[in-house]
């Protein structure tokens, strides 16, 4: 049921943007810029159970929660870096929504040096 309150939201937004978009452009921006935060927070929320999901499994299969931080802050940055650029895509601005996704990318490889650590150490320990 959640999906379709979304869509509602979503096509109720791309009706009025439309329509607005002719007469006010910043105005139609705006309200693309705020259906996007709504329907990114009503995603999130429900976000929650998988997130509780995955940090019992890693005490159940004592993996460390470090990693699984690691790894719910990667797709977090991923989320939030599209978001952004889609939003300075929308605007008209493809530089500065291309420079948001370098800095997620980038974001996302400092993050996962402890991960690519940890695969190296268990590597050279399975190497003769």
């Known amino acids: 049921m ?3 309150q979304i869509v509602c939201i979503g096509i109720i937004a ?3 943007s439309s329509t ?3 007469q006010r452009p910043e105005i139609a921006l705006q309200l693309s810029i705020a259906t996007g935060l709504i329907i990114f927070i009503v995603v999130i929320v429900k976000l929650s159970a998988v997130i509780d999901f995955l940090q019992a499994f890693s005490r159940k299969a ?10 719910l802050k ?3 940055i991923a989320y939030i870096a ?4 889609e939003v300075c895509k929308d605007a008209g ?4 929504a291309s420079k948001i996704e370098l800095a997620g990318k980038v974001t996302i490889v400092i ?6 650590s940890s695969l190296l150490d268990l590597v050279v320990k399975l190497m003769p």
């Open 111 to 116: 993050l996962a040096v402890p991960i690519i």
């Open 93 to 96: 601005e493809s530089s500065i």
């Open 62 to 71: 004592s993996i460390d929660s470090t990693y699984i931080n690691i790894l």
């Open 82 to 85: 599209e978001f952004g650029a």
């Open 20 to 22: 607005i978009k002719k």
């Open 74 to 76: 990667i797709v977090g």
């Open 14 to 16: 791309v009706v009025l």
């Open 2 to 4: 959640d999906i379709l």
